[in-house]
């Protein structure tokens, strides 16, 4: 298997454009994750899936940000509008089960000027 | 207070010799524990898991539990410059799906 893909691996855009960042998980993997990281606030969890049901959203920063889970081979995660402050690293992760290891996509870097 | 607390650092050891990064956790009901390594610039990646209490080594890494004291460690043995990243603790409790909770990571340079 590949791993977690994730894309674009870099993403530079205009404050109020709308942004999509793309995950394909890791084949056979019930949980799906999408985290955001800098350096001020770390690892932060946004939202988490399990067999392509959103449980926890609690740490979406607002309704800008929004996330789905089509099938178990593909999630999305949109900003709109995009402002600077959503400049980060966005990871995807997965993993095979409860409690179990997450494996990370390579991240996407996000600009927002 | 933060669910995963890790030293800040940055800690800096000799190569060779041991290096001993720390994590706390507030929720008693966490069941799985992970220490993640992260080089700059790329995404974080398992070192080790632990599920009971005591000791688990593999390698030149040991991780150690105490839940008593909600207390998990990393040590790293005959450290190496290419030890140097920033180690993120994590912590799941299994009886909400799974979901983890990161701490912020300690930096770890080894100077030859």
């Known amino acids: 298997d590949a791993g977690v893909i994730q894309s674009p691996r870099h993403e530079v855009t205009e404050m109020g454009q709308e942004v999509t960042l793309r995950c394909k998980p890791i084949s056979g993997h019930d949980y799906l994750f999408w985290y955001r990281q800098t350096m001020m606030r770390g690892l932060e969890l946004l939202i988490y899936f399990n067999n392509n049901v959103p449980i926890d959203d609690s740490g979406m920063p607002e309704d800008r940000f929004s996330a789905k889970m089509p099938n178990a081979s593909f999630s999305t995660l949109k900003i709109q509008p995009s402002e600077p402050r959503d400049s980060a690293v966005y990871f995807c992760?997965?993993?095979?089960?409860?409690?179990?290891?997450?494996?990370f996509g390579q991240g996407t870097r996000l600009t927002v000027v | 207070q933060k669910e995963v607390e890790q030293n800040s650092g940055p800690l800096s050891v000799p190569e060779g010799a041991i290096a001993s990064l720390n994590c706390t956790y507030s929720?008693?009901?966490?069941?799985?524990f992970f220490w993640y390594r992260q080089y700059s610039g790329k995404s974080p990646e398992l070192i080790m898991f632990?599920?009971?209490?005591g000791d688990k080594e593999d390698g030149r890494f040991t991780a150690q539990l105490n839940k008593a004291s909600q207390y998990v460690s990393l040590l790293i043995r005959d450290s190496q410059p290419s030890d140097s990243a920033t180690y993120l603790c994590?912590?799941?409790?299994?009886?909400?799906?799974?979901?983890?909770?990161f701490g912020d990571g300690t930096t770890l340079t080894v100077k030859p």
């Open positions: 632990i599920y009971s209490n």
């Open positions: 929720d008693r009901g966490s069941q799985s």
């Open positions: 994590a912590v799941t409790d299994n009886t909400n799906a799974g979901k983890s909770t």
């Open positions: 992760a997965s993993s095979a089960g409860r409690g179990t290891e997450a494996f």
